[in-house]
C-alpha cells in the first residue's frame, strides 16, 4: 500500500520566536503592530548584534520574504547560518530543507541536509523530530521502529497531530506490509481520532480509503461527507477527490435505476405439487 504521507511544511512562520522572558523584543513586535516592517527589522539587528539566535532567524525569515528588507537568498542564508550555529533548533531545519531541495540558491546535499536535520531534533524541532521517525520506520526493523515510536510518543502526548499521523500511517503500512490486522486496525482507529480533531491529511486519507473501500468496507456517502467537509473548508485537494465521488454515486443511481426490480417466484401448493 502506497505510504500517503503530506510532506512536512517548512518551518517559516510570520509569527517570530519570542522565548526569553526577559523580552528583547518588545520594540520589534510594536513596530510590527504598528505595520512598521523596516523598523522592525532594523529593531531586529540590534537584538541580532547581541547573539539572539531567533533574532538571526527572524532576519533570516524576513531577508527571504522581502519584508523590511529587500529579498535575498544569500543574506538570509548567512542568518540563517548564524542562528543554527547559535542553536536556532528552526534555522537547523530551514536550512536542512534548503539542502536537501536546493533552496537560497544552495546545491542539493544530502549529507549536510541530514546533518542539520538531526541538529534541528536535537534541538528540539518537532518537524525534524517527525522526519527522523519517518527514516527510522523506513528500515523496516523492530529497533528502529521502537526507537521512531519513542520519539514521537512525546509529541503525540504534547497533542502534535502530525506526529500522530506519522505514527498512524506506520501502523497502517506496517500491518498490511507484515499482515497483521490488529495493527492495521490500530492506525485505522488514530486516523479516526485525529479526524475528529480536524486534522486534514487524516480526513483526506479517510475519505479515499472509504472511497476506495481499501482497509475499510467501501463507504461513498462517508467519502461524499468527509470531502465535502474539506472542500467547504477550502483544503484545495479535496474538489477532485469530491467530484470523483459524486461520479461513483450518480453511476450507481443509473445502475440501481437501470436493473429492473426482480419478479416474485411463483409459488406452488403443496396439493398441486402433489397431483402433478
Do not use: C
Amino acid at each position: 500500500m502506497k505510504k500517503l504521507l503530506l510532506a512536512t511544511a517548512l518551518a517559516l512562520t510570520t509569527t517570530f520566536a519570542f522565548a526569553n522572558p526577559v523580552d528583547p523584543f518588545a520594540e520589534v513586535k510594536t513596530l510590527i503592530q504598528a505595520k512598521d516592517q523596516v523598523g522592525a527589522f532594523k529593531a531586529l539587528e540590534k537584538v541580532a548584534k547581541t547573539g539572539h539566535a531567533d533574532a538571526y532567524y527572524n532576519l533570516g525569515y524576513l531577508t527571504e520574504m522581502g519584508q523590511g528588507t529587500a529579498k535575498n537568498d544569500k543574506k538570509a542564508l548567512k542568518y540563517y547560518q548564524q542562528a543554527a550555529k547559535k542553536g536556532s533548533s528552526l534555522a537547523n531545519f530551514v536550512l536542512a530543507k534548503s539542502y536537501e531541495t536546493g533552496r537560497l540558491g544552495l546545491k542539493a546535499n544530502a549529507k549536510k541536509a541530514q546533518s542539520y536535520l538531526e541538529a534541528a531534533d536535537r534541538l528540539g524541532s518537532p518537524d525534524a523530530t517527525i522526519l527522523i521517525a519517518e527514516q527510522l520506520f523506513a528500515k523496516h526493523t523492530a529497533a528502529d521502529s521502537q526507537t521512531a515510536q519513542a520519539k514521537l510518543r512525546p509529541l503525540i502526548a504534547a497533542g502534535n497531530v502530525a506526529a500522530g499521523y506519522t505514527l498512524a500511517t506506520h501502523s497502517i503500512n506496517e500491518g498490511v506490509r507484515s499482515q497483521k490486522v490488529e495493527q492495521i486496525n490500530q492506525g485505522l482507529t488514530e486516523l479516526h481520532r485525529l479526524g475528529q480533531q480536524g486534522h486534514v491529511s487524516s480526513l483526506m486519507l479517510l475519505g479515499n480509503l472509504y472511497a476506495s473501500g481499501s482497509l475499510v468496507s467501501q463507504d461513498l456517502n462517508k467519502a461524499k461527507t468527509i470531502f465535502t467537509a474539506l472542500d467547504q473548508a477550502q483544503v484545495a485537494q479535496a474538489k477532485p477527490a469530491l467530484e470523483i465521488v459524486n461520479q461513483a454515486l450518480a453511476a450507481e443511481a443509473k445502475k440501481a435505476q437501470a436493473t429492473p426490480p426482480a419478479s416474485p417466484k411463483k409459488v406452488v401448493s403443496n396439493n398441486k405439487a402433489k397431483k402433478a
